[in-house]
């Protein structure tokens, strides 16, 4: 498990900039493989205001089970961000909306990952983030950091990779809505006496947190949920579904989150195990996680669409 106190992002305050976005998911989505292009018809007169957008499916022919939960947040003229290595610890305005779009062609290979810090709506959709070799320290090996967004920040189609040690790290103290979906952490690794990895981690907030298909592998710990290690508030909802979790090579906690979490709902998830390791020895509470299986493989029955550079989203069976 990382320290918050130690993870402050890097990075200057960006300036604003009102830009108009017309296009569709898969379009803004770092890969250009299978996107969508905008025609002269399609698009706005030059002197046409800036508007709300919300991103359409783009991948054809997906069944209803295949697409994903939510919908991303529509943005009220957002600035469009294009992540690169000297670019990748973001300081954002807490009352402007952001698109922020990944590498297109090649992964984003940066020391410390992508670090997020403030922005009131954030879309991230497609593209992979990858820790290089050679470093020791934890944060270093870190994918992605999301920090102090106050409205709804949604990460969608991502891949992670390279010798991690934490996969997705989350502070949220401020009220946000935090959707995770169709996202692959490779394999984290961690030690006991060292770095706790984790494939997914919050220690302060959000309010809402909603995962549809997250998989991953660990050594160490999957899923560790504290939400009010460093907030006051409880949570409102966290709504976890398709997570697929293998434990691999001695690992610690699969899944890990408070005490009589009403607020908690795992459904259609499941997770391997070391061969002489039960349910007890890997959730914690283990009441708290009755709707995950243990399995001997996982079985997929993902949503469709392939995380990484490339990558085009299903669909959604929600409107925002």
């Known amino acids: 498990m990382s320290s918050p106190t130690s993870s402050h992002p890097r990075g200057s305050r960006r300036s604003r900039g009102a830009v108009l976005v017309v296009v569709a998911l898969g379009v803004v989505a770092a890969g250009g493989a299978g996107v969508l292009a905008l025609t ?69 290979v ?73 996202i692959v952490v490779e394999h984290v690794t961690g030690e006991r006496d060292g770095h706790h990895a984790d494939l997914l981690q919050t220690w302060a907030g959000p309010e809402r947190l909603r995962v549809d298909g997250l998989s991953g592998s660990t050594d160490y710990q999957g899923v560790f949920l504290d939400p009010m290690d460093f907030s006051d508030e409880e949570p409102e909802e966290f709504d976890l579904r398709r997570l697929r979790v293998a434990g691999v090579d001695r690992h610690g906690y699969m899944l890990w989150g408070p005490e009589d979490a009403d607020y908690l709902e795992v459904s259609d998830s499941e997770v ?25 493989e996982l079985s997929g029955g993902m ?8 990558y085009v989203t299903p669909g959604y069976a929600s409107a925002p």
Do not use: C
């Open 40 to 108: 002269d018809q399609d698009r706005p007169p030059e002197d046409a205001p800036p508007r709300a957008t919300t991103p359409r499916a783009t991948l054809p022919g997906v069944s209803p089970e295949e697409r994903l939960s939510w919908a991303p947040p529509e943005l009220e003229d957002p600035e469009v961000i294009r992540i690169t290595e000297d670019d990748s610890s973001l300081t954002l305005e807490d009352d402007q909306d952001y698109l922020l779009v990944l590498p297109e062609d090649e992964p984003l």
């Open 110 to 182: 940066v020391a410390g990952g992508l670090t997020v810090d403030g922005g009131r709506n954030v879309v991230l959709v497609g593209g992979e983030i990858r820790v290089p070799d050679g470093y020791d320290d934890g944060l270093d090996r870190r994918a992605l950091y999301l920090k102090e967004q106050t409205g709804t920040v949604h990460v969608e189609g991502v891949r992670m990779s390279g010798p991690l040690s934490e996969g997705i790290n989350l502070g949220q103290p401020d009220g946000a809505t935090v959707q995770l979906q169709n």
């Open 272 to 296: 391997t195990l070391e061969r002489d390791r039960g349910r007890s020895l890997a959730f914690m509470p283990e009441e708290e996680w009755d709707g995950v299986d243990v399995v001997d």
């Open 303 to 310: 949503p469709a669409g392939e995380p990484g550079v490339g």
